[in-house]
């Protein structure tokens, strides 16, 4: 085992993003997949000797993985989407006795994406119409996407309303994922889009984060602040 590297407990290790991260973690020397969980094996033993848990399984273990966290004191990195609002808050409430990197998408590209719609809703004002467009792969099993309800918070914030954005969810073939806003003014529209070619920037960025999250205090974190957006 490599002592100095980042010891990772890998829950929903048989799947899509499971399989991606394991693939990159053997050739990065500063993480060690110590341990994997999917469907069905119980989380608290496997979270004993990790540094921190990397979450891309599904809502419903969102609950037992605070749970392990918390009894262990281990830190988090979730990635997993399509949490209700209660879950959420268990998230948030575990974040305040551990450290929690909690994104619904890790890649850089997106993270800039959510930075740039920041500055065209400052730019454009209050003329401008928002819409959110994304197209993901059949299998994926929520919708709106998280990065979709991400991008419809962030325009909120910046305009300072609660309304409703209308986002239109895509599901064909085998697209990994894509998110355009969509401005619409008098006379003109500006689109801001993010194409995802390969699973390999979510794990790349998960695994960022990972070795990020150790050395913070407890706290609820996104990826912007893991990349210093
Ligand atoms: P997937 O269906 O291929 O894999 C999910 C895995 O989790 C499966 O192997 C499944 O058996 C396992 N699983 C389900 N319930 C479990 C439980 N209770 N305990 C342990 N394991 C369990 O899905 P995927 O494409 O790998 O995506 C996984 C999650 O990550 C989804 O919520 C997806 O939306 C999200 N995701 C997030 C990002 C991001 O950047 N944040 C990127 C891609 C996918």
């Not at 590297?5 to 290790?13: C, H, M, Y």
């Not at 921190?52 to 918390?70: M, N």
């Not at 390999?200 to 957006?229: C, K, T």
Request: charged share 25%; glycine share 8%.
């Amino acid at each position: 085992m490599r002592s100095s590297s980042v010891r990772v407990l890998l829950i929903g290790a048989a799947g899509r993003m499971g399989k991606t991260i394991s693939d990159l973690a053997k050739d990065d020397p500063k993480i060690d997949v110590i341990a994997r969980c999917d469907l069905g094996d119980p989380i608290e033993p496997a979270m004993r000797n990790c540094d921190v848990a990397i979450d891309f399984s599904h809502a419903g273990a969102t609950t037992e993985i605070c749970r392990a966290a918390l009894q262990h004191r281990k830190a988090l990195v979730i990635g997993t989407t399509g949490h209700t609002t209660e879950q959420r808050s268990t998230i948030e409430e575990t974040a305040q006795s551990l450290p929690i990197v909690f994104a619904s998408n890790f890649s850089i590209g997106v993270n800039v994406l959510f930075w740039l719609t920041r500055k065209a809703v400052e730019q454009l004002g209050g003329n401008f119409e928002v819409a959110i467009v994304e197209t993901h792969h059949k299998m994926k099993k929520d919708a709106p996407s998280g990065t979709a309800k991400r991008l419809a918070e962030v325009l909120n914030a910046t305009k300072k309303t609660k309304r409703e954005i209308p986002i239109q969810s895509i599901r064909e073939g085998d697209v990994v994922g894509e998110h355009t806003v969509v401005f619409s003014g008098p006379g003109e529209r500006l689109e801001l889009t993010h194409r995802a070619a390969s699973r390999e920037i979510f794990a790349r960025g998960a695994l960022r984060a990972a070795e990020w999250i150790v050395s913070q205090p407890p706290g609820l974190y996104s990826m912007q602040n893991v990349l210093g957006l």
